[in-house]
């Protein structure tokens, strides 16, 4: 909770609330974007206002609380107490009761049409997949709780440290507030031979010789497509959160689509009968440019009344040399593809991953280079951080594994950033 910019304007205030009550207070606030301090001022506005008192209110275990009330609210609300014959600790518990009965949760905001973020590049070790599955974790989070949140420009902790004006300017970026999680229904697609999407989640891989996305791409498959999404199974996610797993048989892929007509359309025509079923499908591309790409990329096309931005490419590269030459690589396919096939492809932005700064002038002048890039733009620096790799090597979320790390809120912040 923060206090006012002066002490003029409002007074503090210490009273005692029960741990449940602050923290449903705190969470709802949250949710619909105010200060604490004005939850409770209007919500002893609306309590003394009433004709008669409210039932009582549990307040067992009750300790310490304050903020900020505008002048003379307080005593007012006192003599309202002593009136009605309750504490000021009962009446403040009823007062926030009554502002949590009249603001109440607001639903998710749900996507016209369903996003899909083409998570890609070619070069194979930049960690496509990280990102993949944290930025659908942090789409997933449980909206009626909160999360630590990244909510400025979290590439600036990259800036160079000799730079004293620099340095004190990122400290007053880099604040981190609990937010409340995004709450959408997401899919993450292994869209990679290699699976490590899938293995990383902890889940079996599909069998060579069953339906997989790729028979369904070519139109093969035996079952509906439904039938190979598992959940992640985490409260954090609260069934939010669902995988298609990959197959082995995704090394085979560009041959099997240099048959199929149609073969731009076909990750599209794969998925077309889940896509109802969520707000938000993340595709984990595999590093390619050949015709499995090509598929990707015209999925994350912008379609007929989709919003600028909604759906698109998201580039994952990492501080060096050869990452910048993938890139142009890449960025030449998707441009093809624009031209050739008249499309609107947008470019939700560039995230550098594995950043290390140790490294010396190859990562920084590699990421300084990044940055000159104005379209598309860096929306991340991830740093080169264990807790991923000990959440891969325990078959976890990262969001669950760690969920208070900075590569954590980094996710959080990239999951809003290109929302």
Known sequence: MSSPATSNDRDKVVSKLPGWLRQNLKIRAAQHGIDIQYAVEQGITAWTALASTPAPVTTAG?????????????????????????????????????????????????????????????????????VAAGVGEALAEDNNALHPVRISKHFAAFLPESDET??????????????????????????????????QLGHKELPMGGDSLSKHMASTAEGHIRDLIVSIEDERFGGRLDLLPGCQDGFLLDVTLSKVRARESSLERA????????????????????????????????????????????????????????????????????SDLALEIDYLGIVVNLYDPRRGYIATSSLQAWMDIKDPRVVAVVGDLTEHRKAVRLKQPLLSYAPKSEQAVTMRALAREIS
Not at 89 to 98: E, N, P, T
Not at 174 to 181: C, T
């Open 271 to 338: 998925l077309a009968p889940i896509e109802g079923d969520y707000d938000v499908i993340i595709i984990d591309c595999p590093p390619s440019l050949g015709l499995s790409m090509d598929a990707a990329i015209h999925y994350g096309r912008r379609r007929d009344g989709e919003q600028p931005g909604s759906s698109g490419v998201l580039i994952i590269v990492q501080a060096e040399d050869s990452s910048a030459d993938a890139y142009d690589l890449l960025t030449d396919q998707i441009e093809d593809l624009r």
């Open 62 to 130: 009750a300790d310490s609380f304050s903020t900020w009330l505008p002048p003379g609210q307080w005593e007012d609300f006192k003599t309202t107490c002593t009136d009605r014959k309750v504490s000021l600790i009962q009446g403040l518990a009823q007062s926030i009761h009554v502002w949590l009965d009249n603001n109440p949760a607001p639903g998710v905001p749900r996507p016209s049409n369903t996003r899909r973020i083409i998570v890609c590049n070619q070069k194979g070790g930049v960690g496509k997949t990280a």
């Open 166 to 199: 620099a340095e004190a300017e990122t400290a007053d970026l880099l604040e981190v507030e609990d937010l409340p999680g995004l709450g959408l229904q997401v899919l993450l697609v292994d869209f990679d031979a290699q699976r490590h999407l899938t293995k």
